[in-house]
């Protein structure tokens, strides 16, 4: 018999319904503790470094053209990417469409995503989460044949996997940063500004997962509160789907391998769904609740407290003589290598965070002084305040934090990856390289008050001096807070794991020490883990403070607190400065629907290579499969033979019946452009000979699927050379080929003495707005090669295959 496949609704039913019994336990208790913490305030130091709300208002990251590969038809096409402030991946059809405010192909949320740069990445990891017991030899997809070798996969353990592809490795690294910065942001966390909702939903997934005996950091803790508990319900039922439909797959490995992702996908976005009703559910209930106790536990706070610590001291001494044991011989000879391996590889990342801001600055100060004038200084400080969010310039910052390496401790103390610790210590830098661009802001806007240039370069070089300073003490603190909250989230679930098995069955009988009108705030799992934690914390202050005095770090002691050294600073700290129109250098902040986001990252434009046609969806020939190893030969010969690129199709013998500028994308206004815009027209025209014979008689014009044939106009013009015949041939075939699928009137006509002049360049998708960075790939450097993107055909061949018949020396209009 075949076991029946899991119902997802089931299974997603049944683990809502365990997380919402501890969700509404730990709800009271989360809403106890952020009321018991604004009564009696916590000690937390003040930063010296002043903090933005919403630093990319009006802004976007980066837009540009790549190729996607679409699974449906199985082929390569140009879409326009944006990413817009919320760090969502849009991809439109074109650029037009996105100008136009059209609704994009898709959006793509980064959370749980991994960004991969090379194939064998790639297979890597599928070997590891698809089911099938072949193997893919390694340099080949199983999907796909890469449209070129510098190839981007957003690669995800439940969700449907993308592929993009780029034509230089220039791109490519410019994508990378990007897209990694955009998982970066998506994997951050909950917000923290909810001090009773955000606590309530981690503490009720920890608790959870240890109920299930899953001990340790958890990599899908990353996203939404649904996608969350979407991770948590696919942590179990992936399993089942795997051994159940995996063995049903049909076909060779790769169409199983496809297959399986693509029903992994579906079920995954229908447990979304389901996890988002039943969580906002959920949190309704909860807050409807909320009014009653917090009533409940004002009156009484004082009681409770007693209570809790009553109960505390009772737990402590039952387990204290084996929490010590536990604590002697298996944390703290390792806390001190923990902390180093810690230390390590962030302090790096934080000096390198200060070297960057030091190498603008000073960038900033000879620019000044050399172009002189407010309008040079509102330039430069309008690139540089958004300098944090500019993944290409923070990529060295965070690549010397990936170096971070546990290797030793992970089974030991039961962490899956260091990947955790990784972004929450890139989210850091990032939010203290911000803090630091901001502070510069402030202090050099209200030091300038008509000063000239020699004086507002002093001015600059002051406010550098104090931001520096401000920067090494906060990065300070930031760091040490880091180190502890890091080694509690490696050594306490390890002692649970080691204690709670122990005293399980101990823990009710502390029940009755707790008043009935108590007990939904103070919880005996909860204390428990308060006294573990309490144990534990003690010993990694020590380390810290012994790290500290060592100084090796840059690490400020706690003694050292700058009081008052800026006592106006804070006053300025909701006063965003917009450079460009109080100083000039660019246009100003608009308001209104019909504002244009200013780009943090300036669009891709190299030397040597035309630009991606307009609104382009030039198509690449996809793969149905991998061919096993006996097909494999035949793959490599059709491999050798010259594709075309999208390059050669600007740099082709052909001049368009019209040679002006491009017009910038607008609303149509006449009936006849209403009328081209549903049915594009297409002109392709075809000389004559001196005889008066058609020089394609043996050539066809291919008409694409839903094309006719509306007109035919003759046209009489002598070619005088047998090699212009020829090249016109050679010339058309190209221009036909290189045809879109009939967006928009494209007209060409042959002409083989008059080559194509260079393409305008003022209103392409390159050359779209950007007050943002000039990265390393603007910069003129030499030239590179593009990768073949496309394939030609004969048209006479494509022709006898749909229609079997010739059209001489005609000039087509095609009509959609």
């Given at each position: 018999?075949?076991?029946?496949?899991?119902?997802?609704?089931?299974?997603?039913?049944?683990?809502?319904e365990?997380?919402?019994?501890?969700?509404?336990?730990?709800?009271?208790?989360?809403?106890?503790?952020?009321?018991?913490?604004?009564?009696?305030?916590?000690a937390?130091?003040?930063?010296?470094?002043?903090?933005?709300?919403?630093?990319?208002?009006?802004?976007?990251?980066?837009?540009?053209?790549?190729?996607?590969?679409?699974?449906?038809?199985?082929?390569?096409?140009?879409?326009?990417?944006?990413?817009?402030?919320?760090?969502?991946?849009?991809?439109?059809?074109?650029?037009?469409?996105?100008?136009?405010?059209?609704?994009?192909?898709?959006?793509?949320?980064?959370?749980?995503?991994?960004?991969?740069?090379?194939?064998?990445?790639?297979?890597?990891?599928?070997?590891?989460s698809?089911?099938?017991?072949?193997?893919?030899?390694?340099?080949?997809s199983?999907?796909?044949?890469c449209?070129?070798?510098?190839?981007?996969?957003?690669?995800?353990?439940?969700?449907?996997?993308?592929?993009?592809?780029?034509?230089?490795?220039?791109?490519?690294?410019k994508w990378?940063?990007?897209?990694?910065?955009?998982?970066?942001?998506?994997?951050?966390?909950?917000?923290?500004?909810?001090?009773?909702?955000?606590?309530t939903?981690?503490?009720?997934?920890?608790?959870?997962?240890?109920?299930?005996?899953?001990?340790g950091?958890?990599?899908?803790?990353?996203?939404?509160?649904?996608?969350?508990?979407?991770n948590?319900?696919?942590?179990?039922?992936?399993v089942?789907?795997?051994?159940?439909?995996?063995?049903?797959?049909?076909?060779?490995?790769?169409?199983?391998?496809?297959?399986?992702?693509?029903?992994?996908d579906?079920?995954?976005?229908?447990?979304?769904?389901?996890?988002?009703?039943?969580?906002?559910?959920?949190?309704?209930?909860?807050?409807?609740?909320?009014?009653?106790?917090?009533?409940?536990?004002?009156?009484?706070?004082?009681?409770?407290?007693a209570?809790?610590?009553?109960?505390?001291?009772?737990?402590?001494?039952?387990?204290?003589?084996?929490?010590?044991?536990?604590?002697?011989?298996?944390?703290?000879?390792?806390?001190?290598?923990?902390?180093?391996?810690?230390?390590?590889?962030?302090?790096?990342?934080?000096?390198?965070?200060?070297?960057?801001?030091?190498?603008?600055?000073?960038?900033?100060?000879?620019?000044?002084?050399?172009?002189?004038?407010?309008?040079?200084?509102?330039?430069?400080?309008?690139?540089?305040?958004?300098?944090?969010?500019?993944?290409?310039?923070?990529?060295?910052?965070?690549?010397?934090?990936?170096?971070?390496?546990?290797?030793?401790?992970?089974?030991?103390?039961?962490?899956?990856?260091?990947?955790?610790?990784?972004?929450?210590?890139?989210?850091?830098?990032?939010?203290?390289?911000?803090?630091?661009?901001?502070?510069?802001?402030?202090?050099?806007?209200?030091?300038?008050?008509?000063?000239?240039r020699?004086?507002?370069?002093?001015?600059?070089?002051?406010?550098?001096?104090?931001?520096?300073?401000?920067?090494?003490?906060?990065?300070?603190?930031?760091?040490?807070?880091?180190?502890?909250?890091?080694?509690?989230?490696?050594?306490v679930?390890?002692?649970?794991?080691?204690?709670?098995?122990?005293?399980?069955?101990?823990?009710?009988?502390?029940?009755?020490?707790?008043?009935?009108?108590?007990?939904?705030?103070?919880?005996?799992?909860?204390?428990?883990?308060?006294?573990?934690?309490?144990?534990?914390?003690k010993?990694?202050?020590?380390?810290?403070?012994?790290?500290a005095?060592?100084?090796?770090?840059?690490?400020?002691?706690?003694?050292?607190?700058?009081?008052?050294?800026?006592?106006?600073?804070?006053?300025?700290?909701?006063?965003?400065?917009?450079?460009?129109?109080?100083?000039?250098?660019?246009?100003?902040?608009?308001?209104?629907a019909?504002?244009?986001?200013?780009?943090?990252?300036?669009?891709?434009?190299?030397d040597?290579?035309?630009?991606?046609?307009?609104?382009?969806?030039?198509?690449?020939?996809?793969?149905?499969?991998?061919?096993?190893?006996?097909?494999?030969?035949l793959?490599e010969?059709?491999?050798?033979?010259?594709?075309?690129?999208?390059?050669?199709?600007?740099?082709?013998?052909?001049?368009?019946?019209?040679?002006?500028?491009?017009?910038?994308?607008?609303?149509?206004?006449?009936?006849?452009?209403?009328?081209?815009?549903?049915?594009?027209?297409?002109?392709?025209?075809?000389?004559?000979?001196?005889e008066?014979?058609?020089?394609?008689?043996?050539?066809?014009?291919?008409?694409?699927?839903?094309?006719?044939?509306?007109?035919?106009?003759?046209v009489?013009?002598?070619?005088?050379?047998?090699?212009?015949?020829?090249?016109?041939?050679?010339?058309?075939?190209t221009?036909?080929?290189?045809?879109?699928?009939?967006?928009?009137?494209?007209?060409?006509?042959?002409?083989?003495?008059?080559?194509l002049?260079?393409?305008?360049?003022?209103?392409?998708?390159?050359?779209?707005?950007?007050?943002?960075f000039q990265?390393?790939?603007?910069?003129?450097?030499?030239?590179?090669?593009?990768?073949?993107?496309?394939?030609?055909?004969?048209?006479?061949?494509?022709?006898?295959?749909?229609?079997?018949?010739?059209?001489?020396?005609?000039?087509?209009?095609f009509?959609?």
């Open positions: 018999s075949i076991d029946p496949v899991p119902s997802h609704e089931a299974c997603t039913r049944q683990v809502m365990e997380f919402g019994r501890v969700y509404k336990q730990q709800y009271a208790v989360a809403l106890f503790n952020s009321v018991r913490f604004e009564i009696e305030g916590g937390s130091g003040q930063s010296q470094l002043l903090h933005r709300s919403d630093p990319l208002q009006d802004k976007s990251i980066f837009s540009g053209d790549l190729f996607q590969y679409l699974e449906e038809n199985k082929k390569w096409r140009n879409r326009f990417i944006y990413v817009a402030d919320s760090y969502n991946i849009s991809y439109y059809e074109n650029k037009l469409a996105h100008d136009r405010g059209l609704h994009p192909k898709g959006v793509i949320s980064c959370a749980g995503y991994k960004v991969l740069s090379s194939m064998q990445e790639y297979l890597e990891l599928l070997s590891h698809l089911p099938g017991k072949g193997t893919v030899v390694a340099g080949d199983p999907f796909l044949k449209a070129s070798p510098f190839l981007l996969v957003l690669w995800h353990p439940y969700a449907r996997h993308h592929y993009f592809s780029v034509r230089t490795e220039k791109e490519q690294q990378l940063a990007v897209f990694q910065d955009c998982v970066r942001h998506a994997n951050s966390g909950l917000p923290e500004e909810n001090r009773v909702l955000t606590p939903f981690t503490d009720s997934i920890r608790l959870y997962r240890q109920g299930k005996g899953h001990y950091t958890w990599d899908m803790m990353c996203g939404d509160a649904a996608r969350i508990l979407a948590l319900v696919m942590e179990s039922l992936y089942e789907l795997r051994s159940l439909i995996g063995p049903r797959l049909k076909g060779k490995l790769p169409q199983r391998q496809r297959d399986w992702m693509l029903i992994s579906a079920m995954y976005r229908q447990v979304i769904a389901h996890t988002q009703v039943q969580y906002e559910a959920l949190v309704q209930a909860a807050e409807v609740e909320r009014p009653s106790l917090d009533a409940a536990f004002r009156k009484d706070m004082d009681q409770i407290i209570s809790k610590e009553q109960v505390y001291g009772r737990i402590r001494a039952m387990m204290h003589t084996r929490l010590e044991q536990v604590l002697r011989t298996s944390v703290q000879p390792y806390i001190t290598s923990m902390l180093e391996d810690l230390m390590e590889p962030v302090s790096r990342g934080f000096y390198e965070v200060r070297d960057v801001l030091f190498r603008e600055l000073v960038d900033l100060s000879k620019n000044t002084l050399n172009d002189g004038g407010a309008e040079a200084l509102g330039k430069h400080m309008e690139r540089l305040s958004m300098l944090a969010f500019h993944p290409v310039k923070m990529r060295s910052c965070y690549e010397k934090v990936e170096q971070l390496s546990l290797e030793g401790l992970q089974k030991r103390f039961d962490v899956s990856s260091p990947s955790v610790f990784t972004q929450r210590a890139q989210i850091l830098m990032r939010e203290q390289m911000d803090n630091a661009v901001y502070t510069f802001e402030q202090l050099l806007h209200q030091s300038l008050q008509g000063q000239s020699e004086q507002v370069y002093k001015t600059v070089q002051c406010c550098q001096d104090r931001v520096l300073k401000k920067y090494d003490y906060d990065s300070s603190s930031v760091r040490k807070n880091f180190f502890k909250e890091a080694l509690l989230q490696l050594i679930p390890y002692m649970l794991k080691q204690l709670y098995p122990a005293y399980a069955a101990d823990l009710p009988r502390f029940r009755e020490l707790i008043f009935e009108d108590f007990s939904r705030f103070i919880l005996v799992e909860n204390v428990f883990e308060e006294v573990i934690l309490h144990s534990v914390t010993d990694i202050m020590t380390a810290v403070k012994e790290a005095v060592q100084r090796r770090h840059n690490l400020y002691r706690d003694s050292m607190v700058l009081n008052n050294s800026d006592p106006n600073l804070n006053l300025l700290e909701e006063n965003p400065i917009d450079w460009a129109s109080q100083y000039g250098g660019g246009e100003g902040h608009t308001r209104g019909n504002r244009k986001h200013k780009q943090i990252v300036s669009m891709i434009q190299l040597g290579m035309g630009p991606v046609p307009y609104g382009s969806c030039m198509e690449v020939p996809g793969v149905e499969e991998i061919p096993e190893e006996s097909e494999r030969q793959a010969e059709l491999q050798e033979k010259p594709l075309a690129t999208a390059g050669d199709l600007h740099r082709q013998p052909l001049t368009p019946t019209q040679q002006t500028a491009p017009k910038s994308p607008g609303s149509p206004e006449s009936v006849e452009e209403i009328r081209q815009l549903i049915s594009p027209v297409r002109e392709v025209v075809v000389p004559l000979s001196e008066g014979e058609s020089v394609l008689s043996r050539e066809m014009v291919p008409l694409e699927e839903g094309e006719q044939i509306k007109a035919i106009t003759s009489k013009e002598v070619l005088v050379r047998n090699s212009a015949v020829a090249s016109a041939i050679q010339e058309l075939d221009a036909v080929l290189g045809e879109d699928d009939g967006e928009g009137l494209v007209e060409y006509a042959v002409d083989s003495d008059v080559e002049g260079q393409p305008f360049t003022g209103s392409g998708p390159q050359h779209h707005d950007d007050s943002g990265s390393p790939t603007n910069e003129h450097g030499e030239e590179e090669k593009p990768w073949p993107i496309a394939g030609s055909i004969s048209i006479q061949e494509e022709m006898n295959n749909v229609f079997g018949l010739e059209i001489e020396f005609s000039s087509f209009f009509l959609h």
